[in-house]
C-alpha cells in the first residue's frame, strides 16, 4: 500500500529509483545541453528559464492562493532595475543585488497584497493593473533610472569569473530557476502552502480554521513578487539593456496566459507553460521565416493586407492557440500530462 506515513515524505524530491534515474538523465541533459546546441537555443533556454520563475511565482499567487494579478511586469521591472542600480550605484556584488532587487520587489508585492484583503476578483485585477501601469511610468519619467532611454546592464560577475556568453549565463539562470522551483514546490506541502490552497477553496472556511488572512495573503503577494523581481534580475543580464517599454501591459498579460496555459495551481504545469509559451513567442516572432507557413502570409499581406501589420499576425496566432487550448483543456498543458499518464498506465485496455 502506497501510504504515508512522516510529513516529511511530503517534501521529498523523489520517491523511487525510476524517477531518481529519469532525474539524472534530466540533469545531465540540462548540463550537456549548452556544448552542443547552437548560440540562439541557448539564448532560447535562457528566456524560458527565466519565465518559468515568473510563471512559478505568479502561480504561487494565482493557481494556489485565488489572487489575480495583472501587474506582475510591474515586480518584474522593480526586479531588473533595482538589479542594475545596486551594481551600478551601490556597487554590490551580483548576488546580493539580485537579491536586492527581489526584496524591493516582494517589498511592492507586500504593499499591493493590503487592497487584496477587501477587493477580489474584476476589482483586484484592476487595482494590480494600475500598478503595474503606474511603476512602468515613473520609471519613464525619473531620470535615476534612465528616462525612456533605458540603462545598460554592468558586466555580470561573481567574484573574479565574469559571465559574458549567453553558455555561461546558462548555468547560472537554469541553476537558479531550478533552486526557486524546487522551493515553491516544498513550500506548497508546507502549513503555508496549506493555508494557501485553503484560502484559495474558500477564505471564509480558512479564517474560521484559524488561517490569519491578513497574513497569508500579503505573504502571497511577496513571494510571487520575489520570484518575479529574480526574474527581472536575470532578464537585464540576458538582454544587456533595459528600458521601461520592455515592461508593458502585454507582458503582464503574458505571463498570466503562461500559468493558465501550463495549468493553474500546478507547479509542473508552470514549468511546461512557461517553456512551451516562450517558445511559441519566440518562434511567432519570426512568423515571416517559418516554411510553408511564413510563404503563404506574406502573399496574403501582400494581397491583403501590407507587410508591416505582418508581425501582428504573430500577435493573432498566439491569442488563438491559448483559446483553443483553455476551451478544449481547462487544466491546461498539466491536463494533456495527467491524461497521457493515465492513457499509459492504462495501455493497451
Same mark, same amino acid.
Given at each position: 500500500m502506497d501510504m504515508k506515513r512522516d510529513y516529511y515524505e511530503d517534501i521529498q524530491l523523489l520517491d523511487s529509483r525510476i524517477l531518481w534515474f529519469w532525474f539524472i538523465m534530466l540533469v545531465a541533459s540540462l548540463a550537456i545541453f549548452p556544448f552542443l546546441a547552437p548560440n540562439y537555443y541557448i539564448y532560447m533556454a535562457n528566456y524560458m528559464a527565466i519565465?518559468? #520563475? /515568473?510563471?512559478?511565482?505568479l502561480n504561487i499567487l494565482v493557481g494556489y492562493t485565488g489572487q489575480i494579478s495583472l501587474g506582475h511586469a510591474g515586480f518584474f521591472a522593480i526586479g531588473a532595475y533595482g538589479t542594475v542600480l545596486s551594481m551600478t550605484a551601490l556597487h554590490l556584488p551580483f548576488p546580493i $543585488? @539580485? =537579491?536586492? !532587487?527581489a526584496f524591493i520587489a516582494a517589498f511592492f508585492g507586500f504593499i499591493l497584497g =493590503? *487592497?487584496?484583503l477587501r477587493l477580489e476578483g474584476p476589482y483586484l485585477a484592476i487595482a494590480t493593473l494600475g500598478f503595474g501601469m503606474a511603476i512602468t511610468q515613473v520609471i519613464g519619467r525619473w531620470q535615476v533610472f534612465g528616462g525612456r532611454m533605458g540603462i545598460e546592464a554592468p558586466? @555580470?560577475?561573481i567574484g573574479s569569473y565574469i559571465l559574458e556568453s549567453d553558455r555561461q549565463l546558462y548555468f547560472l539562470i537554469v541553476t537558479v530557476a531550478f533552486l526557486l522551483t524546487l522551493a515553491a514546490r516544498n513550500l506548497m506541502k508546507t502549513r503555508v502552502g496549506r493555508a494557501f490552497i485553503a484560502i484559495r477553496d474558500s477564505d471564509i472556511a480558512a479564517e474560521t480554521m484559524g488561517v490569519n488572512l491578513t497574513f497569508y495573503k500579503t505573504l502571497a503577494f511577496a513571494v510571487s513578487a520575489f520570484y518575479a523581481g529574480i $526574474?527581472? !534580475? @536575470?532578464? $537585464?543580464? =540576458? =538582454? !544587456?539593456? #533595459?528600458? *521601461?517599454?520592455?515592461f508593458n501591459f502585454i507582458l503582464s498579460i503574458y505571463f498570466l496566459a503562461f500559468v493558465i /496555459?501550463? !495549468?493553474l495551481g500546478s507547479i509542473f504545469g508552470s514549468i511546461m507553460g512557461g517553456v512551451f509559451m516562450t517558445w511559441l513567442m519566440l518562434t511567432l516572432d519570426k512568423v515571416q521565416e517559418l516554411p510553408y507557413l511564413g510563404s503563404i502570409l506574406i502573399t496574403f499581406s501582400e494581397r491583403w493586407m501590407n507587410l508591416t501589420g505582418l508581425p501582428n499576425i504573430a500577435s493573432i496566432i498566439f491569442g488563438l492557440i491559448v483559446v483553443l487550448l483553455v476551451v478544449f483543456e481547462p487544466l491546461g498543458l498539466y491536463g494533456f500530462w495527467i491524461r497521457t499518464k493515465i492513457y499509459w498506465k492504462t495501455w493497451p485496455f
Amino acid at each position: 500500500m502506497d501510504m504515508k506515513r512522516d510529513y516529511y515524505e511530503d517534501i521529498q524530491l523523489l520517491d523511487s529509483r525510476i524517477l531518481w534515474f529519469w532525474f539524472i538523465m534530466l540533469v545531465a541533459s540540462l548540463a550537456i545541453f549548452p556544448f552542443l546546441a547552437p548560440n540562439y537555443y541557448i539564448y532560447m533556454a535562457n528566456y524560458m528559464a527565466i519565465h518559468v #520563475i /515568473v510563471t512559478v511565482g505568479l502561480n504561487i499567487l494565482v493557481g494556489y492562493t485565488g489572487q489575480i494579478s495583472l501587474g506582475h511586469a510591474g515586480f518584474f521591472a522593480i526586479g531588473a532595475y533595482g538589479t542594475v542600480l545596486s551594481m551600478t550605484a551601490l556597487h554590490l556584488p551580483f548576488p546580493i $543585488a @539580485l =537579491l536586492a !532587487g527581489a526584496f524591493i520587489a516582494a517589498f511592492f508585492g507586500f504593499i499591493l497584497g =493590503l *487592497p487584496a484583503l477587501r477587493l477580489e476578483g474584476p476589482y483586484l485585477a484592476i487595482a494590480t493593473l494600475g500598478f503595474g501601469m503606474a511603476i512602468t511610468q515613473v520609471i519613464g519619467r525619473w531620470q535615476v533610472f534612465g528616462g525612456r532611454m533605458g540603462i545598460e546592464a554592468p558586466d @555580470l560577475s561573481i567574484g573574479s569569473y565574469i559571465l559574458e556568453s549567453d553558455r555561461q549565463l546558462y548555468f547560472l539562470i537554469v541553476t537558479v530557476a531550478f533552486l526557486l522551483t524546487l522551493a515553491a514546490r516544498n513550500l506548497m506541502k508546507t502549513r503555508v502552502g496549506r493555508a494557501f490552497i485553503a484560502i484559495r477553496d474558500s477564505d471564509i472556511a480558512a479564517e474560521t480554521m484559524g488561517v490569519n488572512l491578513t497574513f497569508y495573503k500579503t505573504l502571497a503577494f511577496a513571494v510571487s513578487a520575489f520570484y518575479a523581481g529574480i $526574474a527581472g !534580475g @536575470l532578464m $537585464a543580464f =540576458l =538582454l !544587456g539593456f #533595459i528600458n *521601461p517599454s520592455s515592461f508593458n501591459f502585454i507582458l503582464s498579460i503574458y505571463f498570466l496566459a503562461f500559468v493558465i /496555459v501550463g !495549468g493553474l495551481g500546478s507547479i509542473f504545469g508552470s514549468i511546461m507553460g512557461g517553456v512551451f509559451m516562450t517558445w511559441l513567442m519566440l518562434t511567432l516572432d519570426k512568423v515571416q521565416e517559418l516554411p510553408y507557413l511564413g510563404s503563404i502570409l506574406i502573399t496574403f499581406s501582400e494581397r491583403w493586407m501590407n507587410l508591416t501589420g505582418l508581425p501582428n499576425i504573430a500577435s493573432i496566432i498566439f491569442g488563438l492557440i491559448v483559446v483553443l487550448l483553455v476551451v478544449f483543456e481547462p487544466l491546461g498543458l498539466y491536463g494533456f500530462w495527467i491524461r497521457t499518464k493515465i492513457y499509459w498506465k492504462t495501455w493497451p485496455f
